[in-house]
């Protein structure tokens, strides 16, 4: 008789264990406060631990700093105990729970289960930029994410008002433009920082639908802008600024460049000079930073392109200024909407990192403001976020010429998320013979020229992709990839 081949099948005593099947651990009163009650054997460290099928030891031992975890909703939809994939996979195949969303994996149970939860701490770092988001419990890390806003608002909202403009030009010749300083109501933002509020709250919501959120610990941050640019200025320094005893930016610009033109420094003997915005108005601003001064000859050269700059205009404050300006609205809001919100100090969250020796990233500063500890870390998702899709009819560059370019092409379209070869990823570019540029979140390029039938869609585009942490997988080359249940 031939002898089998021995099989690997350890399983780690830190692993439960447990003899009696789902059902009966469901209705037992042990098991009625969530499907995190049930306790199920594994049969390799991988499956119990996150999921994921690997040989390598190196990924074993990330792996038990890092769970994956599958998020629960009972039978009305509300949140409850996420549990392991194991479990989700046996409650789907017996039939007790179904599919409820993908990205992160859901499931709903079908079955009647008890209500009793943990307290969970939801940390959030908000940021101009970035988003941390981390859920933490008693014992472990149930969620973590970072997320990438959006930038391009204020660009868009430019050529938008910019086409208004010129459109109302070309059609109204008879009539004056519209001019009217409008009022504006009480806690009014400009768009493109409501957006991103906006956003934070929209992500916050998302979290509190596949987790019982206790209670929010918000990160809010002060910024002294003048002390960043001067760290010795104090006291009256503050009434002192750089443009004291100035008409206006432009006198104060002209000064400091002792007037004369900072590209021909005067041999042009051109008598006239201009203020030129280093950086586009529209995204550098009118700051002194981002202006210099030129001779009327240099800046038409410079404006045609003849000339280049190699002044590159000084770092902005955009950031800072934007939590400045919002670190409260966050807070206040959210305990408008029924939470239990507190707030802690970046210099808090700081020190505790540093104390735990945690690299410095969103994800990170959301886990200490969470509460997190010596806590066990979740797999952790990236997120971005983009424009659900471009309504422009005509293009800029020639506006006779219409946005022609289609939706979908076989099926697909722009950052749907799609299975190519056993991985999970995005579509970033079609062509209309079918062939698709798809990426990871990450930036990775996979491929440039992806056949349509080698596609297979998993979700429709959305404004908020996700994508799991790749740091704990093996390398794409081994062709290894996400478990698709």
């Given at each position: 008789m031939q002898k089998l081949k021995e099989r690997n099948t350890y399983t780690p005593t830190v692993i439960p264990q447990d003899c009696s099947n789902c059902g009966l651990s469901l209705n037992s009163p042990e098991g009625r406060g969530s499907v995190a009650g049930l306790k199920t054997?594994?049969?390799?460290?991988?499956?119990?631990?996150?999921?994921?099928?690997?040989?390598?030891?190196e990924l074993e031992s990330i792996c038990y700093k890092n769970s994956f975890l599958v998020y629960v909703l009972n039978q009305k939809g509300y949140p409850l105990m996420p549990c392991s994939p194991r479990k989700a996979k046996m409650l789907l195949k017996e039939g007790?729970?179904?599919?409820?969303?993908?990205?992160?994996?859901?499931?709903?149970?079908?079955?009647?289960?008890?209500e009793a939860r943990q307290d969970i701490t939801l940390g959030v770092d908000s940021g101009y930029s970035h988003v941390g988001l981390s859920a933490v419990s008693r014992k472990q890390e149930l969620f973590s994410a970072e997320v990438s806003l959006r930038d391009d608002m204020v660009k868009l909202n430019?050529?938008?008002?910019?086409?208004?403009?010129?459109r109302r030009s070309r059609k109204t010749w008879y009539r004056k433009p519209r001019f009217l300083n409008r009022k504006k109501d009480s806690g009014w933002l400009a768009p493109s920082i409501q957006h991103k509020l906006d956003s934070s709250f929209k992500l916050i919501s998302k979290i509190k639908e596949i987790l019982p959120i206790a209670k929010i610990n918000?990160?809010?941050?002060?910024?002294?802008?003048q002390k960043i640019k001067n760290p010795d200025i104090e006291g009256e320094g503050y009434q002192n600024g750089v443009q004291k005893n100035f008409w206006n930016t432009r006198e104060y610009v002209i000064f400091r460049d002792n007037h004369i033109c900072q590209i021909c420094n005067g041999s042009s003997k051109d008598p006239v000079l201009e203020v030129h915005h280093l950086e586009s108005r529209q995204t550098g601003g009118d700051r002194p930073d981002n202006l210099i001064t030129l001779c009327s000859s240099c800046h038409s050269k410079v404006s045609k392109g003849k000339t280049k700059l190699t002044v590159k205009s000084a770092n902005s404050f955009k950031?800072?200024?934007?939590?400045?300006?919002?670190?409260?609205?966050?807070?206040?809001?959210?305990?408008?909407?029924?939470?239990?919100?507190?707030?802690?100090?970046?210099?808090?969250t700081k020190n505790k990192r540093i104390e735990l020796g945690l690299a410095k990233s969103h994800s990170n500063d959301a886990f200490i403001i969470a509460g997190g500890n010596r806590h066990k870390r979740a797999t952790g998702y990236i997120i971005q976020q983009v424009r659900k899709c471009n309504r422009k009819l005509f293009k800029g560059s020639r506006s006779h010429i219409r946005n022609t370019a289609p939706r979908f092409v076989k099926g697909f379209q722009r950052f749907d998320k799609v299975l190519w070869k056993g991985i999970e990823c995005f579509v970033f570019g079609r062509r209309k013979t079918g062939y698709f540029d798809i990426r990871m979140l990450?930036?990775?390029k996979l491929s440039d020229s992806a056949k349509y039938s080698q596609l297979k869609l998993l979700e429709s585009a959305k404004t908020l992709l996700i994508e799991r942490r790749m740091a704990l997988l093996p390398s794409l080359t081994e062709g290894v990839s996400e478990p698709c249940f």
């Open positions: 054997s594994f049969n390799s460290s991988d499956a119990a631990l996150t999921g994921f099928r690997s040989s390598g030891t007790k729970a179904k599919v409820a969303g993908r990205s992160p994996f859901t499931i709903q149970l079908t079955t009647s289960t008890g430019s050529e938008r008002r910019q086409y208004r403009r010129s918000v990160e809010v941050a002060a910024f002294d802008i950031a800072e200024t934007f939590m400045n300006t919002v670190r409260w609205k966050l807070v206040n809001k959210l305990i408008e909407l029924g939470n239990n919100v507190s707030h802690t100090y970046g210099y808090i990450t930036g990775e």
